[in-house]
């Protein structure tokens, strides 16, 4: 063969290009190469999304729990002076003299409330639910509620009426309450304690229902209609996506005014 017989058969091989049935294999390689990343990309957004529900789930739980926590064991505090001399806390309606914790009637949602009363303090360990410094010289009252699914702390100062509240914790859905006197061996409900034995109350024991702040992702969460236990009350989901779960705690009244008792 010659050489230009040569050339030609070259030229001719290197500008036939890809056939068609090559064309469709690469661009079925091609989208099964993009379906494989778009999966991938999925998957790990929704995992995402998982985390962060989960997470935010855990953080609203513990961290409404530390706060009633926190409340209950300050509940009856007193300074050093008032502790020694026996004094519990000037005359106001509803509120027995020695009394520190008060239980409150539950609402139309079916979540209870609950009040305790403490002395300020001159070294600014106790505050009002803004954070204000309370006065060795002041007294307040400090209020827990569920309010659109929220927790929110109230407080009034001294005898004043004017009640202020801050969201303390979103996404808490229930809120229950029950107590032990000094000298039972169960736990009482708000209704099932009598009249002038609010300040025998020694331990308060309560659970709440979290809720995670978003829904979970569609692709990883099938519809939530499971139900919940909070003390005697059932909460179902109204089928949605949120995670939810249930927190329980039991706390001792440590400022519980045994002196001057009748």
């Known amino acids: 063969m010659s050489d230009i017989g040569a050339r030609d058969m070259i030229r001719r091989a290197s500008s036939s290009g890809f056939s068609l049935i090559e064309l469709m294999i690469a661009m079925v390689i091609g989208l099964i190469i993009l379906l494989a990343i778009y999966v991938v990309m999925m998957s790990s957004l929704r995992g995402l999304g998982t985390t962060e529900a989960q997470s935010a789930l855990t953080d609203n739980g513990r961290r409404a729990t530390s706060f009633i926590r926190q409340m209950l064991q300050q509940a009856g505090y007193r ?130 229902l979290a809720r995670s702040d978003s829904e979970m992702p569609r692709g990883d969460a099938v519809v939530n209609t499971r139900s919940y236990q909070v003390m005697d009350t059932t909460v179902t989901a109204p089928g949605d996506r949120f995670l939810r779960s249930i927190y329980h705690e039991s706390v001792s009244v440590r400022n519980l005014i045994l002196v001057g008792r009748q």
């Open 79 to 208: 300074p050093l002076e008032r502790t020694q001399l026996g004094f519990g806390f000037p005359e106001r309606a509803g509120w027995e003299t020695m009394q520190v914790v008060r239980g409150l009637a539950t609402d139309a949602s079916g979540n209870d409330g609950l009040e305790i009363r403490l002395w300020g303090s001159a070294n600014g360990t106790v505050s009002d639910c803004l954070g204000a410094d309370v006065a060795d010289t002041e007294w307040i009252i400090i209020s827990l509620a569920i309010v659109d699914n929220s927790l929110v702390c109230g407080h009034v100062r001294n005898d004043s009426s004017s009640v202020t509240n801050q969201i303390v914790v979103s996404a808490i859905e229930r809120l229950r309450f029950r107590f032990s006197l000094l000298d039972e061996a169960r736990y009482l409900r708000q209704n099932e304690i009598a009249a002038g034995r609010w300040d025998e109350i020694e331990r308060v024991d309560f659970a709440l």
